[in-house]
């Protein structure tokens, strides 16, 4: 079955450093997503991406937070002056088309910030 | 935007007994519930879902239902499982343009052997 990957698994970074988390969405998918869930709590989604641009993004999305994605296979996220409170899981997930599609969702990225 | 609410926050049951878990949601919009199981550390795995134009889906064990007037709709697992202890969500969106998932607090399910 084809799977959406991430890297890392898990990162910990200084507080105000960049961070750049990684994805391979499924090859042929169209919209892609990035969310995010702190440690016992619920999935909380961050961004939506379709057709080389941001489709929607959640309040959570602000400055300090952009995708990219710089080729036909990767999808980027990058915060640029983390915090403590970025700390979470970061999962990526893909979709193939609007209608009739699963949400694949990758193993995700755990960040953690000292 | 949408809102999600999930019950209960924490199910046990005893092994081969049946574990209800319900959600309701506020966007009459809204035409694609999936139900996700997510095992700690792990990503959230898609484990059943259902489009509004049906009421009811069935697979082996697991079975979703909605109620589109009341805006509810539940997962219910029959002859439950150790393995089936998880923490499962459920989760809401409108299927055209890609649109995100809105997902539910969570419940975290123990079955006890």
């Known amino acids: 079955e084809p799977e959406v990957t991430q890297t890392p698994s898990h990162q910990v970074t200084q507080m105000g450093q960049e961070v750049i988390l990684r994805c391979v969405p499924i090859s042929n998918h169209l919209y892609f997503y990035w969310y995010r869930q702190i440690l016992g709590q619920k999935v909380e989604f961050l961004v939506s991406f379709y057709n080389n641009e941001i489709s929607e993004k959640s309040e959570i999305f602000d400055d300090q937070f952009s995708v990219e994605r710089p080729d036909g296979s990767n999808f980027t996220l990058k915060i640029r002056s983390t915090k403590l409170e970025d700390s979470a899981m970061y999962f990526c997930a893909s979709r193939g088309t609007p209608l009739g599609n699963t949400i694949y969702f990758g193993e995700g990225s755990w960040l953690t910030v000292v | 935007g949408e809102n999600v609410e999930q019950h209960p926050s924490t199910l046990s049951v005893q092994e081969g007994d049946s574990a209800v878990i319900k959600c309701t949601y506020s966007d009459s919009a809204s035409n694609y519930f999936p139900w996700y199981k997510q095992e700690l550390g792990k990503r959230p795995q898609l484990i059943i879902d259902?489009?509004?134009?049906?009421g009811e889906k069935k697979d082996q064990r697991i079975a979703v239902t909605l109620n589109k007037t009341a805006k509810h709709f539940s997962l219910h697992i029959t002859e439950t499982q150790p393995e089936d202890s998880a923490v499962y969500f459920c989760?809401?969106?409108?299927?055209?343009?890609?649109?995100?998932?809105?997902f539910g607090a969570g419940t975290i399910l123990r079955v006890k052997s």
């Open positions: 989760a809401a969106s409108i299927m055209e343009y890609g649109n995100k998932l809105v």
């Open positions: 259902i489009r509004s134009n049906v």
